[in-house]
């Protein structure tokens, strides 16, 4: 049981392009998230959802946002990359009892 | 400024020896806590958890946590280490006011040797 799925895994895109990354879940859970991890940082809440078409921002969601049309699918956009956003994108499901469940990561290059 | 702290960004212990990873946290109300571990190329794992009650409490892979409330600590320990346990773990909180919202520490990477 995969769980999560975050799509792409790896990708390498240039300064001012716009980036989609996905995250699909196979249990219909309520809460989802997009944190974002950086050396020295730990993990940083970028956005994350409460239902469909329920959304809310993070501690770091400027130069983010986030669409969940479907229970199982929540997306992050990049809507003009920066360096800055040079990071390992982690979606994560809330399974109750306060148990976060994370995908296997996103990587992402900007150049 | 309401935080998570895990003051040791770097910890090496030799397998079969303890190990106690620090967790400090400032927060109005004592917030939720949890341990999670993150294997290297991997997403993190829940270890435990604490919400109130016992203040000792039991995760997997023979992992435990106490929780002091005068010190607003959650450290986490191990007994005897196991080569497998070289891995990062975070100390995470969901602050009572937010409801649902996780906040991490920045991670204690652990390195273990023969």
């Known amino acids: 049981d995969a769980g999560i799925t975050q799509s792409p895994r790896h990708k390498v895109t240039e300064t001012g392009t716009p980036v989609t990354l996905r995250c699909h879940q196979t249990e219909n859970h309520r809460y989802m998230y997009w944190y974002r991890q950086d050396p020295g940082h730990g993990l940083r809440l970028i956005h994350y959802s409460y239902g469909v078409k329920d959304t809310d921002k993070g501690e770091v969601s400027d130069g983010y946002s986030v669409s969940r049309s479907k229970t199982e699918d929540f997306l992050l956009t990049l809507e003009s990359a920066t360096s800055s956003q040079t990071s390992v994108y982690f979606c994560?499901?809330?399974?109750?009892?306060?148990?976060?469940?994370f995908g296997e990561g996103s990587r992402l290059t900007v150049l | 400024a309401q935080s998570v702290t895990q003051p040791d960004i770097h910890i090496t212990v030799s397998e079969g020896a303890s190990l106690e990873l620090r967790c400090n946290y400032s927060y109005g109300a004592t917030p939720y806590l949890f341990w999670y571990v993150q294997s290297p190329g991997q997403g993190l794992q829940l270890l435990l958890k604490y919400f109130s009650g016992d203040t000792l409490v039991q995760g997997i892979k023979g992992f435990e946590a106490e929780f002091k409330r005068s010190q607003s600590s959650f450290n986490l320990r191990k007994p005897s280490v196991h080569w497998s346990d070289a891995a990062e773990y975070f100390c995470a909180v969901i602050p009572k006011a937010t409801g649902n919202q996780f906040y991490f520490g920045t991670g204690t990477s652990l390195t273990v040797i023969p």
């Open positions: 994560a499901n809330g399974r109750g009892a306060g148990e976060l469940f």
